[in-house]
């Protein structure tokens, strides 16, 4: 197997495909060896081997591109993987022994490299250990992959050649194993470390990070950028100018702190997590399903998770409460995790690849088929953690909109997809629980909600501090990998061990990470920075999400935004299901989730073409401002030019205007002071402003 492994020939673009290729079917990267072994040797018996004549054997012909092959020339007929097929076959192709040793792991030696300028390409050393308890190098075997190739590339011996200024990652596969080194290429010329304010652990760890990268941070953002940034990353509002007004008069050095705080005590803040979680869980109503969520149970599931947010209920119970839950969806509205499936049947597997993807960041459902390429979860794995949901059934109540959810203790555990067999329920990289006849996700939940559970620990904390930097340590938050490691390890760790050393109090963690001086950079960056995109050396510009965006325009203008079936005043951030989507232009193009699966991309942030028309061209703007009465309130209160410029663009940009821009704009005013109509093409500039639709 490690020979078609190295060759590509069980890739999944050759054999290894779900199909196999030109008649030939290989398990991927060789999950399943047994079966390979019967492909080879017995399914065509014959044809792919020939005993008589080792060497006019068809898989070596074709391997070595000796007869027509789709895949091309694999080895040579002098190389070593030659060699060991040919001996293999000429040995009457014998099964392996069944006291084999067993490779029960890897190492990549060194785990890193810091390179300086000139330094020449190092040699990776691939150490695979065995069952016996010995040890041997595997390179050859091995194979390998980058993460980014312009700082650091390593080609199929494992020698690494730096790139370019940065810090990445190399990886080795082996067996069913992944494991990675970290590669940092420093720039040429002298550096030194400039003595920084006083932080907490979290620029203790950021600071330390990239001191190593020799990268200096960004400035601290001023009042303005940060008063603007906190409102929207915490409450999802602009603030208002008495808001602007008080915090900018106000001089004492903690009032950053202060305002922080006061944030996260306001129900906005409860309105913002409401909604990021309820598209994580998929809160959505299929009444288009026999078997689907009415919008009764989709209200009731959000109007929980509202409920849980508003009180701070930490994080730990808010899982738990979820997993282990049985009863009405209307009566206790926490089952409806069991209930949020688009195809309405519950289905064991979906629920299990949600779970583990939500609640671990861990996408197991790339173990369903075969065992995950570039990570280390089997499909025992996989099936195993099926097997807590399997016992899950929901019934119809007499009311047609209600189900029960219960635990049939008699059901049976998943079947294995190799070749059937039971998989008792096993925590992910863990043991299997004696169940006792009780209900497996009682023993689910309390072994994913534990303190020192590394995975969800760090999975909540990853997917809290990406809210404020717009990306996460680990990127995408719900893809934590092997071959995805996070950007900067020890922040990860430490982020994590203090969420659970809270309680898993989400505000505290939220707290610290405001109060930060890396959350308080500017977004414009320096000579040293300017290329980094992971280290958090500056912030990041980042769109708005589209329910923010639409209610920041709704705030600023002072029109609030119609909903469909939804009482007067209701933001686009508080709406309690996805079916909004599909009637909502806006939401729509501007990328809001519709919940229908519980990745965190589905939540678009990319600008596109379609949006910039719609701002300029369509009713959203124009037609908030037309019915907008700020203008026309300020010119009543005989407010000067100046003085309603100066408001506009608090309430837009949440800054006044620069001399610059007053000397652009006055002449538009000075000839007819009291003309609304040049008042709202200047509010109308300023809404369609790259600066009005980004924080920064």
């Known amino acids: 197997m490690p020979v078609f492994f190295r060759a590509g020939c069980n890739s999944g673009g050759c054999h290894g495909a779900a199909i196999g290729k030109d008649g030939f079917h290989l398990s991927l990267f060789g999950y399943d060896p047994k079966g390979d072994y019967y492909r080879l040797t017995q399914q065509i018996p014959g044809r792919r081997l020939d005993f008589a ?150 620029d203790d760890l950021v600071d330390a990070k990239l001191k190593n990268l020799r990268i200096l941070p960004s400035a601290l953002a001023g009042d303005e950028q940060f008063l603007r940034r906190a409102y929207l990353d915490l409450i999802g509002l602009l603030p208002t100018p008495k808001e602007y007004e008080s915090f900018m008069r106000d001089r004492s050095s903690a009032k950053r702190a202060k305002l922080i705080d006061a944030l996260l005590g306001r129900d906005e803040f409860a309105d913002v997590w409401t909604t990021k979680w309820a598209e994580a869980l998929k809160v959505r109503s299929e009444n288009n399903s026999s078997f689907g969520t009415d919008r009764k149970a989709a209200n009731a599931y959000y109007q929980w998770i509202h409920d849980q947010m508003k009180k701070n209920l930490p994080l730990d119970q808010f899982v738990r409460a979820q997993i282990y839950s049985t009863g009405s969806n209307l009566q206790n509205p926490s089952v409806n995790l069991y209930t949020m499936l688009p195809q309405g049947q519950y289905d064991a597997k979906e629920v299990a690849q949600d779970v583990s993807q939500v609640f671990t960041g861990v996408r197991v459902q790339c173990a369903q088929c075969h065992n995950h390429p570039f990570d280390r979860w089997t499909q025992d794995d996989y099936y195993g953690f099926v097997s807590f949901f399997t016992g899950v059934k929901r019934k119809l109540a007499s009311e047609e909109r209600e189900f029960f959810i219960f635990d049939d203790a008699n059901a049976a555990p998943a079947k294995h997809l190799l070749d059937g067999h039971p998989v008792p329920a096993k925590f992910l990289g863990g043991d299997a629980p004696d169940l006792k006849g009780k209900d497996p996700r009682q023993f689910l939940a309390e072994w994913l909600t534990a303190k020192d559970n590394t995975l969800f620990r760090e999975n909540l904390a990853n997917r809290i501090w990406a809210q404020f930097f717009g990306r996460g340590i680990v990127d995408p938050v719900d893809d934590v990998r092997i071959s995805n490691p996070p950007s900067n390890r020890e922040l990860l760790q430490a982020l994590g061990q203090h969420l659970a050393d809270y309680n898993f109090d989400a505000r505290r963690l939220i707290r610290d990470i405001c109060n930060s001086r890396t959350y308080q950079l500017t977004a414009t960056p320096n000579e040293t920075n300017r290329d980094d995109d992971t280290q958090f050396s500056h912030q990041h510009l980042r769109r708005l999400r589209a329910d923010v965006l639409l209610d920041s325009i709704a705030e600023a203008t002072g029109t609030p935004t119609q909903f469909n079936q939804t009482p007067n005043g209701v933001r686009a951030v508080e709406l309690d299901e996805g079916n909004y989507l599909a009637n909502n232009y806006f939401l729509k193009t501007f990328g809001l989730c519709a919940r229908d699966s519980v990745f965190a991309s589905d939540t678009r942030l990319e600008p596109t073409l379609a949006q910039a028309l719609h701002l300029v061209n369509g009713d959203t703007v124009e037609g908030k401002l037309n019915r907008s009465t700020v203008v026309a309130g300020l010119l009543e209160h005989k407010k000067k030019p100046d003085e309603i410029v100066d408001e506009l663009f608090i309430r837009a940009l949440v800054r006044k205007p620069s001399e610059p821009e007053k000397k652009k704009l006055m002449p538009l005013v000075a000839g007819n002071p009291a003309d609304r109509k040049a008042y709202d093409d200047i509010f109308w500039a300023l809404l369609n402003s790259t600066e009005f639709e980004f924080n920064h």
């Open 53 to 202: 004549v080792p060497q006019q054997s068809l898989l070596l012909l074709k391997g070595t591109g000796m007869v027509p092959h789709s895949g091309g020339r694999r080895f040579k007929p002098d190389s070593e993987y030659y060699n060991t097929l040919l001996k293999w076959i000429q040995a009457g192709a014998p099964d392996d022994a069944a006291n084999v040793p067993q490779v029960t792991g890897i190492a990549l030696v060194p785990d890193k490299i810091v390179f300086n300028p000139k330094d020449k390409p190092h040699q990776l050393q691939v150490i695979a250990r065995y069952s016996d308890g010995t040890s041997k190098p595997v390179n050859e075997l091995a194979l390998y992959l980058t993460n980014n190739k312009a700082t650091a590339d390593i080609d199929d011996k494992g020698t690494v050649t730096p790139g370019k200024r940065g810090d990445t990652f190399v990886f080795a596969r082996f067996a069913k194993y992944t494991t990675g080194a970290e590669i940092t290429v420093l720039p040429p010329g002298k550096f030194k470390w400039p003595k920084m304010p006083a932080g907490n652990y979290v």
